[in-house]
């Protein structure tokens, strides 16, 4: 679940990322997806909202008729929340077992 403060910062950025992607979105769409992703956990028995009540508020509020760019609200919220590139962990960073079944 989402603190105030990180939804907060979710809704500026998915905002900042739509503009870029060419939507008309202003401060306004930033309110609007914030007290929605509330409303929508409220909705759902939830106490805080979670990614996906983030991601239901930023398509309703921020989506209007046509997707400007190639990519649509929801892709924007998928990159935002998990990045869009694909790369390799480090060694280090690998469990023991990944270890050693990349050793053999």
Same mark, same amino acid.
């Given at each position: ?21 060419? %939507? ?6 930033? #309110?609007?997806? /914030?007290?929605?992703? #509330? ?12 990614? %996906?009540? /983030?991601?239901?508020?930023? #398509? ?45």
């Amino acid at each position: 679940t989402l603190d105030e403060a990180e939804l907060l910062g979710w809704s500026v950025d998915i905002v900042r990322a739509a503009r870029r992607s060419g %939507y008309l979105a202003s401060t306004a769409d930033a #309110i609007a997806v /914030f007290e929605t992703s #509330i409303l929508l956990a409220g909705m759902r028995d939830r106490a805080k909202p979670t990614p %996906y009540d /983030f991601q239901d508020a930023a #398509i309703t509020c921020i989506e209007k008729d046509a997707v400007p760019g190639r990519r649509d609200v929801r892709r924007l919220v998928e990159i935002m929340m998990g990045g869009d590139r694909i790369g390799r962990v480090g060694y280090d960073a690998l469990p023991p077992l990944a270890r050693d079944v990349h050793d053999r």
